[in-house]
């Protein structure tokens, strides 16, 4: 397929942020082949172009923490603290799910995704192979990362899953990874070092979402989450970290030297009341921050806007000033800090020879206008309504509130609606 | 007009937060006929049936504190502390806007007010008549409240405006109002409390936004702002306080014996630092609540869902408790509260005799399934996406992404772009 986008503003995100107007964009297949000024070729056969009428383009969204099979549970049990959310409302009901539920509770969190400009996931939960087919049907980029625990997903799994993952569609991928130090044994971590090692691959866990997961870390092993982890191997060979709200000075070193990703999960920890990550002094220190919705269970909602509000409102209020943590740098988490996070080093930013996973801002609406500083207006006004098109690896699958995913949109709701039903 | 909606989901909020299914409900010109179940009536010709398809009709919100006219400075002059930010950035500025450049920043957002199913606002900004006309122009139910200070709209003027607008179109009223404690000085203030009470009227003003304010006000005259104004008898007939985030334990007594409204801002709050009003507190002393998302330029976008969600998230966050401030509260303060402080009566809940102010929320999208818990759904989850329409006073002004404002959209952005430009 050859696809011209022209009449575009694009911000690129190569290696700076300025936005180029009247500019073009050539898609040839699943990558993007030109991009500049306007320029015309009568001698290529075009399937589609595509005024862009002024329009922004720019790198997809990578929503860099999640677990898109939990949509079943969306406001089902709301409001509770995160032991009791876990233990009482969480886990009884996914022991009653099958394969197939979760691939459809996944196709459903696309569908969001895609409405919220987002091209990639980075995805933990319980069956890794029916949700590769999720991500496969619906065109979804889908990194997955193990959700290994003592009740769930076994080291010999993992290594099957990041063989096969990892050998089959190029789409979708297989990192290691565990649930977190206070659902895993010491010996269960031990042996995901090893795994890591033997295939020389980054690890990412939850670490430190909340103050007490921290203090009962300490009391177990004397150590943090983060120094347990490093202490035995799992940061060897790169990897990081879900939430991070509460790291000492000593587990943000260790980011620091390891080249690890922080990952922030702003809506998250704000609707279970765990914290707000000190993020201005992580950008001080120069780590790589990425940013995810968490689970549509815990959030309750899978919108990259929100999140990116959030993640500079919320350092504006912790630090009491009004300047931290601006508009571009929270673009820049968003969608490079997610690449970096998730591997992805092909869908970083838009450049010819990179991945065409790019997205359509509508500027033509009342809350992009008027045009003063377009970067601030996506940060702290944008919605999901100025989502006018999400494309992965070269294929338009949302386009002015439209699916391409494979399936009818109301299929996906009937069908996780009534298995909400049942697990109520 | 006679506009019938028929397979309805209803969120009446009459007296409860029940949702009746397979629900209809009328509308003959500028109030509702009907509520309830499903009802043919073959003598009634109507001029729209509208089938709504199991969506959810509830009463649109209320935006209980905004400064429309500020569009123009959108994104324009971020990240800067609140005294500096009006001092150096929107003063200045402001000097050189006419009455018709205030008319069209108005309708722009107008627009977004449309897309956030916001059927009310309570407005306060630089001249009254021309803001009157693009509300009356654009259909959107507006309070403005006076704006008054050292240097702008005298006494004289709010009570001319007083008598004009309220004696003007119905769908706009005039409340007295004053800016803020720190631009008025006291006289000026005593000159508004004998107009109140010449009227019988309620007064508006800024209120304990900034510790700072608070401070300031406690040096001048050794009371709060709360304090002061009461002490001057400003509050005599009702009225209440726009922000609201440091009110001290004699401050919050006034407010309720009072039965004076807290008009919350979070979104304005959060990205001017100025800190977290104590919203579960205010609950629990029966304070009425209402949500106003402040001016675009602080925001800085006009959508309630960011606001709703914040309330509830801010209050969990301070609280350190993920139950406080529970959903169905937050929407309570969206839309009734928003009507009690704003003197609506006639368009708080959907019920026979009431004003025709509803909104059409989609349910058919990602975001909003499965239906475990829709309100929880709204609050939590909830977009701009999902306003499908906006009916103010038995007018649809918004459907589909479509504007019924007696204008075009572009010639809009045009107006205020060209605007933004020369001011910058």
């Known amino acids: 397929m050859k696809i011209r986008f022209y009449n575009a503003r694009i911000l690129s995100m190569n290696g700076n942020m300025d936005i180029t107007p009247d500019s073009e964009l050539w898609v040839f297949d699943d990558r993007i082949s030109y991009i500049g000024k306007i320029k015309n070729d009568s001698d290529i056969i075009w399937d589609r172009q595509i005024d862009v009428k002024g329009n922004l383009l720019m790198p997809g969204f990578k929503d860099a923490h999640t677990h898109s099979g939990m949509t079943f549970l969306r406001s089902m049990a709301d409001d509770l603290p995160l032991d009791r959310w876990l233990n009482e409302q969480i886990f009884p009901r ?4 099958t394969g197939e539920d979760i691939k459809m509770c996944t196709m459903l969190a696309i569908m969001e995704y895609l409405s919220s400009g987002i091209t ?61 130090e206070y659902t895993c044994s010491k010996e269960l971590l031990m042996g995901l070092s090893d795994l890591a090692h033997k295939y020389s691959a980054p690890v990412f866990g939850h670490n430190s979402e909340t103050a007490s997961e ?9 150590m943090t989450p983060t120094q347990l982890a490093d202490s035995l191997g799992l940061f060897d060979n790169g990897g990081g970290g879900y939430h991070c709200v509460f790291l000492s000075d000593e587990d943000i070193a260790i980011f620091r030297e390891r080249g690890l990703s922080i990952v922030l999960n702003p809506g998250s920890n704000t609707k ?75 869908c970083d930013c ?49 386009e002015d509130r439209e699916y391409n995913i494979g399936i009818e949109p109301e299929a996906v709701y009937s069908y996780v609606g009534d298995l909400a039903d049942r697990l109520r």
């Open 350 to 398: 838009l450049k010819e020879g990179k991945k065409a996973d790019i997205i359509m801002i509508d500027l033509m609406s009342p809350n992009m206008q008027p045009l003063n500083n377009i970067t601030k207006n996506i940060v702290y006004s944008g919605s999901k309504i100025n989502v006018k098109m999400t494309m992965i690896d070269g294929v338009i699958r949302y």
């Open 94 to 97: 996914e022991a009653k799910l």
């Open 120 to 180: 990639a996931i980075f995805d933990m939960y319980l069956t890794p192979e029916t949700i590769d087919e999720a991500c496969i049907a619906g065109g979804m980029r889908c990194v997955q990362v193990g959700g290994m625990n003592n009740f769930s997903q076994s080291l010999k799994e993992q290594e099957e899953w990041y063989k096969k993952i990892n050998a089959g569609n190029p789409l979708t991928s297989y990192m290691f990874g565990y649930h977190a």
């Open 272 to 346: 279970l009341a765990s914290g707000i990550a000190d993020i201005r002094r992580y950008l001080d220190e120069g780590i790589d921050l990425a940013i995810g919705t968490d689970g549509p269970a815990s959030n309750n909602c899978l919108d990259m806007f929100r999140e990116m509000f959030l993640v500079t409102g919320l350092s504006k209020l912790k630090e009491e000033d009004a300047s931290v943590v601006d508009a571009n740098d929270v673009l820049i988490m968003a969608t490079k800090g997610g690449a970096k996070a998730m591997g992805l080093s092909d």
């Open 214 to 222: 921290v203090r009962g870390c300490i009391e177990r092993y004397k």
